[in-house]
């Protein structure tokens, strides 16, 4: 539909109330082949009202091979084809991938290390440890490490082994990717599935933070809420030193969604799928083009883990740097790595059945419960951790996937706060010096490539990330475990 898309009647999305917290869009017009489901309370499905976020959600309803429904989650907002906070599962024979459901930042995500400091105990050398962090850590639009290069050869074999290629070399311990999910590495990438511009835009970005919403935050445990799964994931104490690191596959990532947004656009015109928004462009999943594309987002994905991976390498040295002692003296080990832009081939109970299918989960976290195969040895008592991280300055949080989650979500749950305002409307309101004032008057060190990334990511741009985990808690598709909050934050 392309510009026309963008008129349409927003309150003509009809609602049924479940409960508090579910609301049931039925199939109300042609095309639709299941209901959509929006996890929300009164007052974040009142924002989802005001822009395209229930109307997306409605589109994503049309996708050949989709069961059950397409889920909207409390953190749901208006995004590129799904909305951002989107999860829809179809059938692996049958149904259809989309790019739109995983979305340009494949695999942004966040990894969470422990320590064993705590917050008396930091303060002291918490200016100099967050300049060391943000000098070793490139950061903003088109940052990146001047003493560290990668060739085109070691491109290829960083995309396809993904956070061991890093570990092979020295940028990792041993045990990192036991506690990454996919263990750091989608078993199916393909390099030779992704463009020259895609390589050429990631060559010189591993190891950087990046711009936007992406962020490196020293913090600390405020309250701790399920003191048995916190202390099997390595959170003692309140008060405890975290590090938490949020960010994705840069410009790596961003090309290959552009690049097969338009491979799947001719797809969807070449197998006659009939769709509400050209934004869904999607291809057969046993389609070569569908195959193609998922080959090169796992090298996308893979990407974004070995980031995150080269970032905490970095963080680590930057301890040692600040302290002149081992890193290992300090604890600093990786408590989990999520991914919250991915699609993945899963089997899910469906019907009663034991369903394979493509999972699409774009501004979601993947939720598994206690017992499953996929929750690293360690944590499989407890269930797989989830992070939500909140927006600049605000509260992070820890929790733990659930059984129900297999149940109403496909193993999902929020991945943050979700946009209350879009980034101009910020930068009209805001002031990225202000920010930063407001910032530092309530304790927090920050350091930051760009005053105006400060005013776009302000904390009224968001919403309460709080509220959208006391959903996501109350619902029973994740458990609180901890929350934490900032002592310095590190911006592009």
């Known amino acids: 539909m392309g510009k026309g898309a963008r008129r349409h009647p927003l309150d003509k999305v009809p609602l049924e109330k479940i409960d508090n917290y579910m609301w049931r869009i039925p199939k109300y017009k042609p095309g639709m082949r299941v209901p959509g489901m929006v996890f929300a309370n009164e007052s974040l499905l009142k924002k989802m009202l005001t822009d395209r976020t229930l109307w997306q959600c409605t589109n994503v309803t049309h996708l050949p091979g989709i069961y059950k429904y397409a889920v909207t989650l409390p953190d749901g907002h208006e995004g590129y084809g799904f909305p951002i906070g989107g999860v829809a599962a179809t059938d692996y024979d049958e149904g259809v991938i989309s790019p739109g459901g995983v979305g340009y930042d494949i695999n942004c995500g966040v990894r969470l290390l ?37 060739t085109a050869g070691d491109l290829n074999g960083l995309v396809v082994k993904g956070v061991q290629w890093l570990i ?14 996919e263990r750091g590495c989608m078993k199916n990438a393909d390099p030779g599935k992704v463009s020259t511009t895609a390589k050429n835009r990631g060559l010189t970005q591993i190891g950087t933070l990046g711009s936007g919403n992406h962020f490196l935050e020293i913090q600390k445990v405020d309250k701790i809420y399920n003191p048995r799964t916190a202390k099997v994931f390595g959170i003692e104490q309140e008060g405890q030193v975290m590090v938490m690191i949020h960010c994705g596959s840069r410009g790596f990532g961003h090309q290959v969604c552009s690049d097969y947004l338009r491979v799947m656009e001719r797809a969807a015109q070449k197998y006659k799928v009939a769709l509400p928004d050209r934004e869904l462009a999607c291809a057969p999943g046993s389609s070569n083009e569908a195959g193609d594309y998922f080959q090169a987002m796992a ?25 002149h002692k081992d890193p290992e003296k300090f604890g600093l080990k990786l408590v989990y790595d999520v991914a919250h832009n991915i699609a993945k081939v899963e089997t899910h109970q469906i019907n009663g059945d034991k369903k394979k299918v493509w999972v699409h989960r774009k501004g979601a976290t993947r939720a598994f419960p206690p017992g499953h195969v996929e929750v690293p040895a360690d944590y499989r008592s407890e269930g797989q951790p989830v992070l939500i991280p909140g927006s600049m300055g605000t509260s992070s949080w820890v929790l733990v996937g659930a059984e129900k989650a297999m149940e109403l979500t496909f193993g999902s749950t929020a991945h943050g706060a979700g946009r209350m305002m879009s980034r101009s409307a910020a930068k009209r309101k805001y002031w990225g010096g202000d920010v930063k004032a ?3 008057k309530r304790g927090m060190v920050v350091r930051a490539a760009s005053a105006v990334v400060l005013a776009e990511e302000a904390d009224p741009a968001y919403k309460n990330v709080d509220v959208v985990v006391e959903v996501s808690d109350q619902i029973g598709i994740a458990s609180k475990v901890a929350r934490l909050v900032p002592l310095a934050v590190v911006k592009g």
């Open 114 to 150: 422990t320590t064993n400091l705590f917050e008396q105990q930091l303060r002291p050398k918490l200016a100099q440890l967050t300049s060391a962090i943000f000098k070793n850590v490139p950061s903003g639009l088109g940052s990146r490490r001047k003493d560290f290069r990668i």
């Open 438 to 440: 407001a910032l530092e």
């Open 168 to 181: 092979d070399r020295g940028l990792g311990w041993t045990d990192d990717a036991e506690h990454c999910e």
């Open 299 to 323: 090298c996308a994905v893979n990407y974004a883990f070995s980031n995150r991976q080269a970032i905490m390498h970095w963080v680590r040295q930057s301890f040692q740097q600040v302290y």
